[in-house]
């Protein structure tokens, strides 16, 4: 089994910045890709960003440019840091781990963007 715990989410003023973190234990094998994935109230869960054992990346269109994924192996952890907050950016926060169409899910990081 794999556990993902994310963390870093809160309450921020737009334009503001957050950096989230995930870290992944239990059994995990090389090579997996790491994601991050939200869903705002109301609406569908989407990939926001996603990287592979490599460093490629992959990005949504609404966050090209204010968003960067990054990973350390070692440590088995997947970030993203987050520019230029926009109020449409909240949302839960969901880090995924796929290692060969087996996927896992940590429980969420909350996002919020508000005056």
């Known amino acids: 089994q794999v556990q993902l715990v994310e963390s870093g989410g809160g309450l921020v003023q737009p334009g503001g910045s957050l950096r989230l973190s995930c870290a992944a234990s239990?059994?995990?094998?090389?090579?997996?890709?790491m994601a991050w994935y939200r869903q705002a109230p109301g609406k569908q869960r989407e990939l926001v960003a996603s990287?592979?054992?490599?460093?490629?990346?992959n990005y949504a269109d609404s966050v090209k440019g204010r968003f960067t994924i990054s990973r350390d192996n070692g440590k088995n952890t997947v970030y993203l840091q987050i520019n230029s907050l926009k109020p449409e950016d909240t949302a839960v926060y969901y880090c995924?781990?796929?290692?060969?169409?087996?996927?896992?899910w940590g429980k969420g990081t909350l996002v919020s963007v508000s005056l």
């Open positions: 995924n781990l796929d290692h060969s169409g087996v996927h896992y």
């Open positions: 239990g059994s995990i094998f090389r090579p997996y890709t």
């Open positions: 990287i592979t054992s490599g460093g490629s990346t």
